[in-house]
T-cell receptor, first 116, second 111 residues
Framework: EDKVVQSPLSLVVHEGDTVTLNCSYE??????LLWYKQEKKAPTFLFML????IEKKSGRLSSILDKKELFSILNITATQTGDSAIYLC????????????????FGQGTILTVHP | NAGVTQTPKFQVLKTGQSMTLQCAQD?????MSWYRQDPGMGLRLIHY???????DQGEVPNGYNVSRSTTEDFPLRLLSAAPSQTSVYFC??????????FGPGTRLTVT
């Protein structure tokens, strides 16, 4: 059974702090690792990582994948109150033909609270 | 583009009632999926579809049916609602690998 585990489950920081969110995965026929941010409603896409060791960056957010150790981290530098959200990671699997049918296995999420 | 749309936004059912949650996308995406989200459990896959006429079960399919007669629509049917189906339901679609677009969600309460 596929499994994705995130840590910590919740985190409280002050504006300006840097945070690191962790995601470990065991996904059969692993294809990629995705990070989402969820505020009040639907998750919004942040990153998709398929290659090990290559950092993806968007503003103050960055993420990297280690396919040997089966984990990924999401870093947020200089946090702001607007970063308060649930951060979800998900492992995507592929079939024998190499395509992904959109099957994602999600972790429980990390609840990040940023105080002013 | 409207993206992924879901109706209704909220629904209250009594145990044993049936209903259909609607999902539509206007991006011509092949892949559509239904997830449910419960506190502390992330999102869990209910059913998914790789194209019109093709559906398959996810992690928690019991009590739900789906069909995909067109590329645009992917309704989720609750056959006989149970309190354990109280949850927030998200529909999602993607064109390539990985899901990128989620609908706004339907909050369902079964009493």
């Amino acid at each position: 059974e596929d499994k994705v585990v995130q840590s910590p489950l919740s985190l409280v920081v002050h504006e300006g702090d840097t945070v690191t969110l962790n995601c470990s995965y065991e996904v059969t026929n692993f294809r990629s690792l995705l990070w989402y941010k969820q505020e009040k409603k639907a998750p919004t896409f942040l990153f998709m990582l398929t290659s090990s060791g290559i950092e993806k960056k968007s503003g103050r957010l960055s993420s990297i994948l280690d396919k040997k150790e089966l984990f990924s981290i999401l870093n947020i530098t200089a946090t702001q109150t607007g970063d308060s959200a649930i951060y979800l990671c998900a492992g995507a699997s592929q079939n024998a033909g190499g395509t992904s049918y959109g099957k994602l296995t999600f972790g429980q999420g990390t609840i990040l609270t940023v105080h002013p | 583009n409207a993206g992924v749309t879901q109706t209704p936004k909220f629904q209250v059912l009594k145990t044993g009632q049936s209903m259909t949650l609607q999902c539509a996308q206007d991006m011509n995406h092949e892949y559509m999926s239904w997830y449910r989200q419960d506190p502390g459990m992330g999102l869990r896959l209910i059913h998914y579809s790789v194209g019109a006429g093709i559906t398959d079960q996810g992690e928690v399919p019991n009590g739900y049916n789906v069909s995909r007669s067109t590329t645009e629509d992917f309704p989720l049917r609750l056959l006989s609602a149970a309190p354990s189906q109280t949850s927030v339901y998200f529909c999602a679609s993607s064109y390539g690998q990985g899901i990128k677009y989620f609908g706004p969600g339907t909050r369902l309460t079964v009493t």
